[in-house]
Structures are given as C-alpha cells and as structure tokens.
C-alpha cells in the first residue's frame, strides 16, 4: 500500500451522500408472461368472481416469475390446459385476422388509456390491445404500465424473446381494434430506436443462443484448442443491451465504507494500484443445460458445452481498493456481502447486479479482481469494457460487467439475479411449488468435465486403431482437477486421461497453492477401438482435490432453471467398418 501514499489525486473523495446502499429493484422484464389461464377463465365468466379468483390462485404467482428475464432467453405462460407452466420456444407473428369489423381508434384515444383507471390500452404493429383485465393479475404489472397508452415495439425491442408463439397468441386475445391510418403512420415515424443497435461486433464461428441480448458460445469442436481461450469466442453472456461507456468520464462508485461514498477514475484505478494477473475459468450456471431438456424442459438458453471459457486477467485487487477506502474490523463485523451493480440497464433504469461473501472479496488468497484487461488488451465491449469484477472459482453470474458501483453491505444484492435466479431447487420442484427464498444463490460451482472431441454422431475408422478423446475439465471454489477418468464403453472400462495446463509444446504450469486452481485443465487420451466394435459411448468425468465427483446421469440433478449441469458427459460415435481388414 505504500505505493498509494505517493500516487497524486487518490486521497479518498467522498461525495455527500448517505451511506445506506441505494440499490435498485430487483426486474421483472416486462411482459414477460401473458396467462393465457387468466385471460380465458376471465373470459368465460365476463370478469364475474375477480374477488374470489384472487383468493384462489394469487398465493401461487407469488413466487412465479414475470418472465426468467431476457437474459436467460425464458419466458414463463401459465396454460389453461395444463395448469402449470409451459415453454414455448419458436419465435412467430400475430396470426392474420379479419379486421374490418373491429373499431379504428385514433393515437389520442390510445393515448387517453394509460392507467388501471382509464383502462390500459397498448398497439403492437398497429392493432390496439385493452390488456386492463391482464395487468391486475400480472406479477410484473408496474413494468407493463410503462408501455400503457403507447406502442410495446421499444419494450419488447429490449427483451426479445417476447415474439413467441404463446405471448402473441395470448395478446390476440385482448384484441379490440386498429389504429387508424394517421396513427400508424405517427407511431412510424416516432422514435423508438432499438437498444440493441450499437452492439459490438461478434465473431461468426460464436454458436447463437439469442440475439437480443445477444448470448453465444464457441463451437465445441474449437473450445479446447487453446489453453487460453481467444477472447474472440471466449463464450458470450449477456443480460440485457451492451452499454457505451466513456472511458474518460467513467467512474466506480464506492458505498458502505467509512466517509460516504467513493469515486475513482479509470485513470485512478490502473496507476494507482498495484496490477495483479490471474487465469480463470468462468462458466455460466447453465452451461449444458441443452442435456436437461432431455430429461425434462427447462426454462432457459440452449447452452451446449461450451458456456465456459479461459483467459487471463489483469487489474487492482478488490481488497486493495476497498482498504485504501477504509474498510476494516469495524466494517468487518456488520458487513457479510459485497454488492456489484453494472452500467447495463433495463428500460426502467434498473442496472444488472449481483453480490458475493464479504470473506471471498476481500481474502488476500480470493483474487478477486476490478479487471480492466484480458488476455493482456483492454476489456472487450461484450466482456466489460472499460471494468469487471473477475470473481475466480465463482460462477459467471457473479462476475459483473461494466461495473458501476461496488456496496460493502449486511444484506445480499436485491437484484433479480441475486435473489430470484441463479438457483439450484430438488428435481421435484415445479414452477407451481418453487420458493426462491429457501435456496441460497449459488457461489462455486461444482466439477465439470466435457468432451470436445469427437463430436456426437461423427464416426471414426476401425482401421484407426485408436480413438483420440479430448476435453475439458474445471471445478469451482479454486479446487484443483486431479484426475479425468474416460471411458468408451459406457462407462464399463475407464482410462485415466492426461492433464495439461497449457498448449501442447509448452512446459506444464506447477501446481496452484491449494485453493486456487481458477483455471481449467485440457485433457486428452488415445484409447483403444475394441475389435468389431460399431458404436462407442464415449463417457467422462473429473475428479478435484477434494475428490468431488460428478454424477453419472442427469436425472437426480435436473431442476427447473437448468444449472448446475454437471453429469458425466455421453458422446455416441459410429466406427466404420474397416473393409480390408476383415477380408
């Protein structure tokens, strides 16, 4: 720290203001869920008994989500048919419906019908919507009301996977007109320019699963290539609009330390503190969750195998900052978290956040870093650019980008993402019975290991003699991989594959000080083809210092958001019959 007593104009500024964290409502996206159960028992009783059909069914939408939020790609519809929730994931238009016997309604009389008193009336692709009925059961009904009066193309431009086919089949139910041919034409020519049109640009061998926001993933085949993964097609996973930050008016705010709240420049934090450099891992909670939906539908991205990536980070310690700052014993003994809030917000100005144990950020042995690059170059737009927390060992969730404010606080982030999602419940937990409460939010991740080739439905040659497997493997809290275990018979035989902590031709990394082994390890094995065999399930699974192991099936570790997937990982092959060698 005695570097920091000479370095100019970072004497701890405190602005006036009051130390209580200030953060923000958790988001409920809007119109993430139109209940089409709502809409038709409504209907068939002509709004009669509203009283009683609260009393009845409100206790259950306490915990039901207003959508999984655009991040994750979810969207929620209670059906009438079934009675619980159901996932629809093909993405459609308003079927085509005769018009002309329906009202024509002006902008100003839409216009007038912005509220629970005046009835709230919406236009999607000029027809006119009264969805009043709708927004008093809705769980996140504050949101839809920001569309009240007006058009939903901004809002749904913000979370696009509301253009799917049980959303636009609902809305046509609350159909009570069109606009007339000025109105349209207003609405046209207004403003309501996409958030998502500044993106960054993406690399085309990324694997898509949603474009608004715009979350991928690197084909499997190229994932173990490299040690360090190019930050190119280092995985993507974004929550909501990639902001533009100004590096020269950036500002990290700090609260919950003593003196009020802190800001530091860009320029502050890179000269004056210490720069530290790590590898890590960073997974995404639903990383394979694509095996889940085998088992049983889950809500969530399609995530493959390769919702992990590598790289090096460099930027000041958490813990460097935050005791320059003045956190100490007595900061110590009433805080248990430290909050992080991004600069990407929602419509409603409510900003990505997340949170992790006061002990983690603020450990000499947690790493925990305000990165500033990776792989040795300035943050990447879509990976935090100009500041991140890099949180190693931690799932991905917590690792939060475009960092605005930082809150040593007694309490866990309020954020959606903290609170409502990110959660592990049992394989029978249903989206009827779910308390988000009375799971904690996951933290470390448990041990994973993938095979990244061969591919699956690929086939090798008998004459081949050898099948050569390769992957990854990684397990979260800094908790090394000791050990990958292969197997090509389903699991009957195993081989012990070689572990590598580099590319191929450079020297193997030494061990990591126990506890923090953030990086993952790349592994490989030449195994035998059994003589006449026609197909290989090939199967692996790792082992870590702590000799966790990964389950062998999906099924007990299914859940309804899809994380946490972590079963031995099954790729079937063909072998091809070697002609000549059987003559």
Known sequence: MQNLKNCQGLAPVFLIRSQSSRISKSIIPSLSVWDGHLSSRWRSTGGHGRQKYFSDRVPKFRFALAGLLAGTGAVLAYR????????????????VTQTSALPVYTLEDVTKHCSLDSGVWVTYKGEVYDITEFVAMHPGGDKILLAAGGALEPYWALYAVHEQDHVLEILSEYKIGVLNPEGLKKQESANTSDPYSAEPTRHPALQINSLKPFNAEPPASILSDNYITPSVIFFKRNHLP????????????????PGGVASLTLSELKSCFPKHTITATLQCAGNRRSEMNTVKQVKGLNWGIAAISNATWSGARLRDVLLHYGFGP???????????????????????GASIPLNKAVSEE????????MNGEDLPPDHGYPVRVVVPGIVGARNVKWLGKIVVSEEESKSHWQQNDYKGFSPGTDWDTVDFKSAPAIQELPIQSAITHPAEGTSVDSSDREVTVKGYAWSGGGREVVRVDVSIDGGTTWHVAELRTGDKGQHPAPSPPPGKAWAWKLW??????PHRARELEIVCKAVDSSYNMQPDTVAPIWNLRGVLSNAWHRVKVKVNEDLKGEK
């Open 80 to 95: 009438h048919h079934q009675g619980k929730v159901e996932w629809a994931a093909s993405s459609a238009q308003l079927p």
């Open 242 to 257: 990639v902001p533009r930050v100004d590096p020269e008016t950036y500002r990290l705010e700090i609260e919950g330390l």
């Open 330 to 352: 007595e900061v110590a003994a009433k805080a248990q978290h430290v909050q992080f809030e991004g600069l990407d917000r929602d419509v409603t100005g409510t900003a990505y």
């Open 366 to 373: 947690g790493d925990v870093l305000l990165a500033y690059e």
């Open 524 to 529: 490989e094995i030449d195994i035998p083809i």
